[in-house]
Every structure is written in structure tokens, then in C-alpha cells.
């Protein structure tokens, strides 16, 4: 296939498993392109075409639109769905008696929300009317109390052990956050001088398959574009095949390398390698009495997101501590209004807003979603530990914690592992995390107090 490429867009949303703005990419090796014909079309299904061109003399295959025709049985609508997701129904689960020989019990069914798969939690707190609440507050200037509803809610006991922040690191968060806007003045001149210019969906393909080649990951990674996802980017797997999840919205150039270091290089690299190894399970983790992979394994991908930026801030992982440490104490509208003092963009507030608040139905009572202060608390982490750490190992052995290097290594199955290249160059390597102690406003000696 050579000349124009053409991609088709596929009605893919994030929380139903289909969106009208997204792109589904399955990047295959060369050798396994067709003749370049597009797919047909099955009869009934909603997709658009997009064409991408002018992408140089990047291949990329046909997509694989594996979609069918569901009929709902609550209102005989039709959906177009991902056959390898679930559809979501619009109806209440209902128990159903069947008539049993015996005439002294009844048998009940399950209803089929109950036999579905349980929703995995990032997607579970993603509230069904995010946009059309989000809509209401900005009418409001900014007075509403946004309420949101879910359509598979989160256990509560669940939420409960994630709502419980930390301030442990909260005097380097605000420090991070001060010392970006003492050298570029506002968050949105930080935006413009390190992120470069705001790219279209065609540029983010032609780099995303790029790095992909670069790593020799060209038919092991498929890659969805939307504009519905509340991060910017995540890893998660479609019937068994690793996905790369981006958010197009105000993706800028300089942002995308350090995206696919943090999710690819880094999160689809060290789970790759966890495969190899014998504590691929929980059952052997846990007789081998190693720690979890987090803060590690968060606080790496934010370190390799700017590892390479002229000004390698970590103002996302400190800004993400810092509002989830408020919004444990704060209903929504007050955490938004109290932002404003690093970031004036409305829009950026409102996205961090969300990132907190998720999992909360009523946002006028306080509470948080905990879970993103592993990212500074775990780059902070290993910053401390840096001269002590072999980060080749730490990639290779896969999903563990820095500290259990020591106790596994010699068990290792290293072979078939393998590292990112921007970590080839040690000294190269060592130096930028240096570099990145010293953008932020940080040294070792408050390191070592953390």
C-alpha cells in the first residue's frame, strides 16, 4: 500500500463502547497489507469515512471494523456496536419467575446486567451526562453543582478505600506548580512554550505509527482516537490485543513523544516483560512477598512523559495531587474556583475538575478519587532513590515495585525482554532525571526528607 492511506472511522464510545468521534487504527506490520481496497461496509452499521493522507511513506493496514447490528430488547432500537464489547442496555434488570414441576419453589433468572462481565473501574466512574452537566455549570457561570449519574456505579466500598487522600507530598506539589509559573508566567505560556502546536488526528497517527516502528511494535499495538476520553491517553486491551487510548482534544506536538514514552514505552513495555517472568501472577507475588507495582509503576510513566521536554515540569502529577488533596474537602464548584490560581483556562479546570471528582454522584459535598496521587508520589519516589536504582532492571522485570529488585532479579527470565530506546543511554538517561530534580524546583536533600 503506498501513496494516500486511507482510514475509516468507526462509532466507538468510551462509555457505551461506541463514540461518533473516535478512530480505531489497527497498525500490522508491512507484509501483511492488502491491496489497499477499503473494507465494505456491513449493511445497517453507522461509519464514516476519514481519509488521512499525505502521511509520507507510512503504511498503514486496513482497519478491522468488527461491528454488528444489536437489537435492544427494551425499545427494538438498533446500535452499532464493537462485536467484541459488550453492548450496554437502556433498561432496568428485571427478575423473571419460571415455572418449576415442583410446586414448592420457583426458580428466578438472573437479570443479564447481573451475567454480564464487570465493568472495569476507570470506566465504571465515568458519568453517563458528564457533558450535558458540564454544559449546565458553564450557563451557570459557574455556580451549579453538577450531579452526575452512572450507568454501572462503582462499588461504594471501593470508592471508600480510594476517597482517602494524602498531603504527604502536598509542600512538593505546590512547590512544582509555583516554579512552572515563576518561569513561564501562566500555565497557559507553559502550555504554548513546551507543548508546540496543537495537532490535527492525521499528525497524531503519522507519529504515533512512527514511534511504534521505531520500537519494532508495529503489529503488536492498535491505536483508538477520541475526543471522549477523560485522560489523555491510556493502555488497555481489546480482546486480548494491547490498544492505545488518546485523547485528540488540545493534543499538542511536543506532548505526543512523552504520551507514547508513558503509556508505551513504559506501561506496555513493563507489562510485556511481566509475561516472562514467574510473578506474572498474584498467587507468585505474593509468596515471593513483593510489594504492588504502584506508586512505581505511575510514577516512571510520568517521569518518561517529560524526560526528554527542554522544560521537563511534572505539573500534571503535581497538579493532579494537589486538586485531589482539595477535592476531598471541597464540593466541586469551590475546587474549580480555587484552581484558578494556576490555571485560568476554564476548560483545563473543568478536565482536572473531573479527573478528582469521578465516582461522586452529588459534587456539592466533598470527596475524591484518590487514585492519581501515585503519580508525583511515585516519581518523587524514585527521583530520591535514582543512584540506587537500575532502571534497565526495573523496565525488564516488569510490573514491581523499585524496591523489589533486589529480591526477584536473580529469579529473572530476561531473554525476551527488552527496553524502550530513549533508556539505551545510561549516563544520557541518568543525567535527564538530574535535570528533571532540578526543573522542578527540587534537590536531594529535600528528597531524602520525603
Same mark, same amino acid.
Given at each position: $500500500?503506498?501513496? /494516500?492511506?486511507?482510514?475509516?472511522?468507526?462509532?466507538?464510545? +468510551?462509555?457505551?463502547?461506541?463514540?461518533?468521534? #473516535?478512530?480505531?487504527?489497527?497498525?500490522?506490520?508491512?507484509?501483511?497489507?492488502?491491496?489497499?481496497?477499503?473494507?465494505?461496509?456491513?449493511?445497517?452499521?453507522?461509519?464514516?469515512?476519514?481519509?488521512?493522507?499525505?502521511?509520507?511513506?507510512?503504511?498503514?493496514?486496513?482497519?478491522?471494523?468488527?461491528?454488528?447490528?444489536?437489537?435492544?430488547?427494551?425499545?427494538?432500537?438498533?446500535?452499532?456496536?464493537?462485536?467484541?464489547?459488550?453492548?450496554?442496555?437502556?433498561?432496568?434488570?428485571?427478575?423473571?419467575? @419460571?415455572?418449576?414441576?415442583?410446586?414448592?419453589?420457583?426458580?428466578?433468572?438472573?437479570?443479564?446486567?447481573?451475567?454480564?462481565?464487570?465493568?472495569?473501574?476507570?470506566?465504571?466512574?465515568?458519568?453517563?451526562?458528564?457533558?450535558?452537566?458540564?454544559?449546565?455549570?458553564?450557563?451557570?457561570?459557574?455556580?451549579?453543582?453538577?450531579?452526575?449519574?452512572?450507568?454501572?456505579?462503582?462499588?461504594?466500598? =471501593?470508592?471508600?478505600?480510594?476517597?482517602?487522600?494524602?498531603?504527604?507530598?502536598?509542600?512538593?506539589?505546590? *512547590?512544582?506548580?509555583? =516554579?512552572?509559573?515563576?518561569?513561564?508566567?501562566?500555565?497557559?505560556?507553559?502550555?504554548?512554550? =513546551?507543548?508546540?502546536?496543537?495537532?490535527?488526528?492525521?499528525?497524531?497517527?503519522?507519529?504515533?505509527?512512527?514511534?511504534?516502528?521505531?520500537?519494532?511494535?508495529?503489529?503488536?499495538?492498535?491505536?483508538?482516537? #477520541?475526543?471522549?476520553?477523560?485522560?489523555?491517553?491510556? $493502555?488497555?486491551?481489546?480482546?486480548?490485543?494491547?490498544?492505545?487510548?488518546?485523547? =485528540?482534544?488540545?493534543?499538542?506536538?511536543? &506532548?505526543?513523544?512523552?504520551?507514547?514514552?508513558?503509556?508505551?514505552?513504559?506501561?506496555?513495555?513493563?507489562?510485556?516483560?511481566?509475561?516472562?517472568?514467574? &510473578?506474572?501472577?498474584?498467587?507468585?507475588?505474593?509468596?515471593?512477598? $513483593?510489594?504492588? /507495582?504502584?506508586?512505581?509503576? !505511575?510514577?516512571?510513566?510520568?517521569?518518561?512523559?517529560?524526560?526528554?521536554?527542554?522544560?521537563?515540569?511534572? &505539573?500534571?502529577?503535581?497538579?493532579?495531587?494537589?486538586?485531589?488533596?482539595?477535592?476531598?474537602? $471541597?464540593?466541586?464548584?469551590?475546587?474549580?474556583?480555587?484552581?484558578?490560581?494556576?490555571?485560568?483556562? /476554564?476548560?483545563?479546570?473543568?478536565?482536572? *475538575?473531573?479527573?478528582?471528582?469521578?465516582?461522586?454522584?452529588?459534587?456539592?459535598?466533598?470527596?475524591?478519587? *484518590?487514585?492519581?496521587?501515585?503519580?508525583?508520589?511515585?516519581?518523587?519516589?524514585?527521583?530520591?532513590?535514582?543512584?540506587? @536504582?537500575?532502571?534497565?532492571?526495573?523496565?525488564?522485570?516488569?510490573?514491581?515495585?523499585?524496591?523489589?529488585?533486589?529480591?526477584?532479579?536473580?529469579?529473572?527470565?530476561? !531473554?525476551?525482554?527488552? @527496553?524502550?530506546?530513549?533508556?539505551?543511554?545510561?549516563?544520557?538517561?541518568?543525567?535527564?532525571?538530574? +535535570?528533571?530534580?532540578?526543573?522542578?524546583?527540587? *534537590?536531594? +536533600?529535600?528528597?531524602?526528607?520525603?
Amino acid at each position: $500500500m503506498s501513496g /494516500a492511506t486511507f482510514l475509516q472511522a468507526f462509532d466507538f464510545d +468510551d462509555h457505551l463502547y461506541s463514540n461518533k468521534d #473516535s478512530l480505531e487504527v489497527v497498525v500490522l506490520p508491512s507484509r501483511l497489507h492488502g491491496s489497499g481496497k477499503t473494507r465494505k461496509k456491513k449493511r445497517g452499521t453507522k461509519s464514516k469515512n476519514k481519509k488521512f493522507s499525505n502521511l509520507e511513506d507510512l503504511n498503514l493496514s486496513k482497519l478491522r471494523l468488527n461491528s454488528k447490528k444489536i437489537e435492544l430488547p427494551s425499545s427494538g432500537r438498533s446500535l452499532a456496536v464493537d462485536k467484541n464489547k459488550l453492548p450496554a442496555l437502556n433498561r432496568t434488570a428485571e427478575y423473571r419467575k @419460571i415455572p418449576s414441576q415442583s410446586t414448592d419453589c420457583n426458580v428466578q433468572t438472573l437479570p443479564e446486567e447481573k451475567k454480564a462481565k464487570k465493568l472495569p473501574l476507570l470506566a465504571a466512574i465515568k458519568p453517563e451526562n458528564q457533558e450535558s452537566e458540564k454544559s449546565r455549570f458553564f450557563r451557570s457561570k459557574f455556580l451549579y453543582h453538577p450531579q452526575f449519574i452512572y450507568r454501572h456505579p462503582a462499588d461504594s466500598e =471501593t470508592l471508600t478505600r480510594l476517597g482517602v487522600p494524602s498531603d504527604r507530598f502536598l509542600k512538593q506539589a505546590i *512547590c512544582i506548580l509555583q =516554579t512552572a509559573l515563576q518561569k513561564h508566567g501562566s500555565y497557559e505560556n507553559f502550555e504554548e512554550e =513546551t507543548g508546540g502546536r496543537v495537532l490535527s488526528q492525521s499528525q497524531i497517527v503519522a507519529i504515533v505509527v512512527k514511534y511504534l516502528r521505531s520500537e519494532g511494535l508495529e503489529g503488536d499495538v492498535s491505536l483508538n482516537l #477520541s475526543d471522549g476520553l477523560i485522560s489523555r491517553a491510556s $493502555m488497555t486491551r481489546v480482546k486480548g490485543r494491547p490498544t492505545l487510548n488518546v485523547r =485528540t482534544v488540545n493534543l499538542r506536538e511536543h &506532548w505526543v513523544d512523552g504520551l507514547l514514552r508513558h503509556e508505551v514505552g513504559t506501561h506496555y513495555m513493563r507489562s510485556s516483560n511481566n509475561s516472562y517472568q514467574v &510473578w506474572r501472577n498474584w498467587k507468585q507475588r505474593k509468596e515471593l512477598g $513483593m510489594g504492588p /507495582a504502584n506508586p512505581t509503576e !505511575e510514577g516512571l510513566a510520568s517521569l518518561h512523559s517529560v524526560l526528554s521536554r527542554n522544560s521537563p515540569i511534572l &505539573w500534571r502529577a503535581a497538579m493532579l495531587y494537589y486538586a485531589t488533596y482539595q477535592a476531598a474537602r $471541597m464540593p466541586l464548584r469551590e475546587l474549580f474556583w480555587d484552581l484558578e490560581q494556576f490555571v485560568r483556562d /476554564a476548560e483545563v479546570r473543568w478536565d482536572y *475538575c473531573m479527573r478528582v471528582k469521578r465516582g461522586q454522584t452529588d459534587t456539592s459535598e466533598p470527596g475524591a478519587f *484518590c487514585k492519581d496521587q501515585v503519580y508525583l508520589e511515585g516519581a518523587l519516589q524514585l527521583l530520591k532513590h535514582r543512584h540506587e @536504582i537500575d532502571f534497565h532492571m526495573l523496565v525488564r522485570l516488569g510490573k514491581i515495585a523499585y524496591y523489589d529488585i533486589e529480591k526477584i532479579e536473580h529469579l529473572a527470565d530476561l !531473554e525476551c525482554t527488552r @527496553i524502550p530506546q530513549f533508556m539505551e543511554d545510561k549516563d544520557l538517561y541518568m543525567k535527564r532525571l538530574d +535535570d528533571i530534580v532540578l526543573a522542578n524546583g527540587l *534537590c536531594d +536533600d529535600e528528597l531524602a526528607s520525603v
